[in-house]
């Protein structure tokens, strides 16, 4: 296992990025060029000559192109052990020349998907041949070298350069991983999407193969702690967040960074910019304060509000485009990430001094309401799930207790459940006039959670002079139910005068008792949010 010289060359593109100038190159170096339908074109219509793959298959391209690449002249051509006698024997018996370079990017699947194709364009666009060609090459390293992205058109061509016109070992395998990781991730993409379609028929029967596939968008310098390692994939779907947002400015992004952005994102895009706008502050993965008012500005004031001291070197999301006025407010603290769907001039001059914030721009907002998939590793293999995408109305409140709520407790009753979707189980939210006014996340007892927010909601009253803390006349949601009475009583002496909870434990009627007894209103929705 050596240099292998590059003396005949393959190429079946559909991303003709960089093609002409790689092929270019490889020509200077004698190398014959072979090419497939609008790859082919694409080369001829630049001056460079090339042979068409059916003069090496002697078959046409048939059935709109389905059959091209699929001969053994082809795949012996790439497949073919040269040093070995008799696989050298059988190349000159049927007279199949050796292949030395694959160059493959594959039909366009996951963007055709991603732009809402039908069906059939759908499975139009999912590659046969070129995967079989890949791994063909891919397996025989040894003597092909296999190039699937365009990034590494250059390598290829320094090193044909540098050792005079073939690759090394540990490039072409270095390649061929490439290589396998793209077909993987191709087929991981077309098999899910196929389970997709099969649960929009009905059949919601977990796949008996999940895979998985994703493409690196970074190495990261760490991960949760600097000894652990850690990089950030993008799986090519169309969900807008922080896998798609481009950064303006500030630091590269670390992985606790990536995963509080995501969680204050997916936050607030629960609430429609149509209605009103809207700011998530997220430290640790947990809301820290969320807000909705007339302006953006206010929004942001209310959400730090809650909780100053957390929301120093926090995540801020925003649900519709950053303006100056508020980006002046957030310019006051330290703050690690800004992401919005867009930011105006004046913010982004703005926060242009600030030179360690990263500032995102997402270009939309994730839809909450869509059931996509969440994974999470455990020892052995991994969970599968769909999003939360729950979610309750007006309408479906039962009012289990004597006191009816008022609009405006509904009103809070539904903002604070709401962001208790997004809060670690177990979950206290306090809500008033549409932000929030304390959070008690990832207790292991209801009570410890309820008594948190409410300390909280008393710190942030010191800190900003008020007479009380915003938990007087608040109304208080529960992500799952009250098992016992303590964890109502305990919001009742935080000042909470309506509470929201899914209901369904055991002592339910004891909990409705304690909260008859102390002049509580109380919903029952019939939906949990644990959040783990």
């Not at 820290?288 to 001291?309: E, H, M, R, S």
Request: hydrophobic residues 40%; neutral net charge.
């Amino acid at each position: 296992m050596t240099a292998r010289k590059i003396s005949r060359a393959l190429l079946s593109v559909s991303d003709k990025t960089g093609l002409v100038d790689f092929a270019k190159g490889l020509a200077g170096h004698g190398v014959m060029l072979i090419s497939t339908g609008g790859t082919a074109k694409t080369l001829r219509d630049a001056g460079l000559a090339v042979s068409d793959v059916s003069e090496i298959t002697q078959f046409p391209e048939m059935m709109d192109g389905r059959v091209k690449t699929l001969h053994p002249n082809v795949h012996g051509g790439l497949l073919a052990l040269r040093g070995k006698a008799d696989h050298a024997q059988s190349m000159k018996e049927h007279g199949i020349a050796g292949i030395d370079l694959l160059v493959c990017n594959l039909y366009p699947f996951e963007t055709t998907v991603a732009r809402g194709a039908d069906f059939e364009t759908t499975i139009e666009n999912i590659d046969i041949g070129g995967p079989a060609m890949t791994r063909s090459a891919a397996k025989n390293h040894d003597w092909v070298t296999v190039v699937v992205d365009v990034e590494d058109y250059k390598a290829v061509l320094d090193e044909i350069a540098a050792n005079d016109g073939a690759t090394s070992l540990q490039l072409r395998r270095t390649l061929a991983q490439r290589a396998f990781a793209r077909t993987a991730a191709y087929d991981a993409a077309v098999s899910n999407w196929f389970a997709d379609q099969l649960a929009k028929d009905g059949d919601n029967a977990p796949p008996r193969r999940r895979a998985l596939g994703g493409f690196l968008r970074q190495p990261l310098r760490y991960g949760e702690n600097p000894h652990q390692q850690a990089a950030f994939y993008v799986d090519g779907s169309s969900r807008p967040g922080v896998a798609s947002a481009k950064q303006l400015q500030g630091k590269e992004l670390s992985y606790n960074n990536i995963n509080d952005t995501d969680a204050a994102y997916e936050l607030v895009a629960e609430f429609d910019p149509k209605l009103a706008p809207a700011c998530a502050i997220i430290k640790h993965a947990n809301p820290c304060g969320v807000a909705t008012a007339k302006t953006l500005k206010d929004a942001y004031l209310a959400a730090l509000a809650c909780d100053t001291q957390s929301a120093f070197g926090g995540v801020l999301a925003f649900n519709t485009r950053l303006d100056g006025a508020t980006a002046e407010e957030i310019s006051k603290i330290f703050t690690e990430v800004i992401i919005a769907p867009d930011a105006d001039e004046d913010a982004r001059k703005i926060l242009a001094a600030k030179k360690n914030l990263r500032l995102l721009i997402a270009g939309g907002l994730p839809d909450p309401l869509t059931p996509t998939l969440t994974y999470r590793s455990v020892a052995g293999g991994f969970l599968v799930q769909t999003r939360d995408n729950g979610r309750v109305t007006r309408a479906e409140l039962k009012v289990v207790t004597k006191r009816q709520p008022s609009a405006q407790e509904i009103t809070d009753m539904l903002f604070a459940f709401t962001v208790g979707k997004h809060v670690k189980s177990n979950a206290i939210i306090y809500a008033k006039d549409g932000s929030t006014a304390g959070i008690g996340a990832g207790q292991m007892s209801r009570v410890d959670s309820a008594r948190i927010a409410a300390i909280k909601a008393k710190d942030a009253a010191k800190v900003a002079g008020w007479s009380q803390p915003r938990t007087v006349g608040s109304a208080a949601a529960s992500e799952a139910f009250f098992p016992f009475p303590d964890g109502l009583l305990t919001v009742a002496e935080a000042g909470a005068t309506a509470v929201i909870q899914p209901g369904g434990s055991l002592n339910d009627q004891k909990v409705i008792d304690a909260a008859d007894e102390a002049g509580l209103a109380m919903v029952f929705t019939g939906m949990r949010h644990f959040r783990h």
